[in-house]
């Protein structure tokens, strides 16, 4: 499966954004998604995701509460809507997809098989 992040921008804190994450090859529902960010000189950082079967979610710390992991079948295409963005959410983020295993969805990077560049998200004070 091809990935292909896209959606980012600059925003005002407690603005909001939504990303896409468009795949290609194979249905998006065959496999476990996954929301990083990574700011340069900082490991890739768990952002938010969902399980192939779409019924578990899972969010950072960070964001619970403020961004939303979904996904359109349909479209090949899952999303994370971000809200009452902060300053401190600027990264670049990338949607990973790991092939599905019944132990359920791993939250490391380094479990993910397949990932797209990036997209740019900047959040001004």
């Known amino acids: 499966v091809q990935l292909q992040a896209s959606g980012g921008g600059l925003v005002q804190a407690g603005g909001s954004l939504r990303l896409s994450c468009l795949a290609s090859?194979?249905?998006?529902?065959?496999?476990?998604i996954g929301w990083f960010r990574q700011v340069p000189g900082k490991e890739r950082d768990f952002v938010a995701g969902m399980s192939w079967t779409g019924g578990s979610r899972f969010y950072g710390d960070s964001v619970r509460g403020r961004f939303t992991i979904s996904r359109d079948s349909a479209k090949n295409t899952a999303y994370l809507q971000m809200n009452s963005l902060k300053p401190e959410d600027t990264a670049n983020y990338f949607c990973e997809a790991q092939i599905r295993s019944e132990a359920g969805l791993r939250l490391d990077s380094l479990d993910y098989q397949f990932w797209g560049r990036g997209t740019l998200v900047t959040v001004s004070s």
């Open positions: 090859g194979r249905s998006i529902s065959e496999y476990g």
